[in-house]
């Protein structure tokens, strides 16, 4: 079996065949892990707009942004990821309890959830964390062969204001349902991330949504 990976050597792009799957696990990371040279984040955890009628002085609607409910992440390499909803929910029922001291879940994990440890021991070894996704996420990175821009919003609802409206609620996300969302990670309403790779002679641009 014959492994290929395509990264940039300096301003060459480097297209390599192998058997050894080692050796394109490192390739990918190179590039992967590229330091970043210049990052901007704006982050904002509620935000409440109003649209008004101006004659009458009147509210029409009001729009709510809203941030998540708590969240548990971990750090397995170089980034957070969220744990699933059900490790998330046995997380924070044991971190209420004020339990110190190394415990297993009844998912297999083994955490130390005291403040000052926040640790992680099976399935694998990394540091956790108790957070809260923002309602509003805007983040660039630039490196000297990528750019980055990625876009979160995590809940968005707009609510009728006018007396007697039919349907008071025009907008809002429809939560998935548990059986699904147990076994999966809290996920934001809306997620749009652009990636452009780029060297002297070329541009690659990449869009996820």
Known sequence: MVHWVSFLDGRQRVLLFTEDVAVV????????????????RVS?????????????????????????GVVWEMKPKNRWKPFSQKNINLLEKTFTKGDTGWSKLETGLEVNLSPATMMMRAPLSCPIRRNFLSGIQVEFKQSPHQRSLRAQLHWLQIDNQLPGAIFPIVFHPVPPPKSIALDSEPKPFIDVSIITRFNQHSSVTQIKA
């Not at 696990?25 to 901007?40: G, M, S």
């Not at 904002?44 to 998540?68: C, D, F, K, M, W």
């Open 25 to 40: 696990t490192k390739a990918r990371q190179a590039e992967e892990l590229e330091q970043w040279n210049q990052e901007v």
């Open 44 to 68: 904002l955890q509620n935000l409440g707009l109003s649209l008004v009628n101006g004659p009458g002085r009147q509210e029409v609607a009001y729009i709510g942004i809203r941030s998540s």
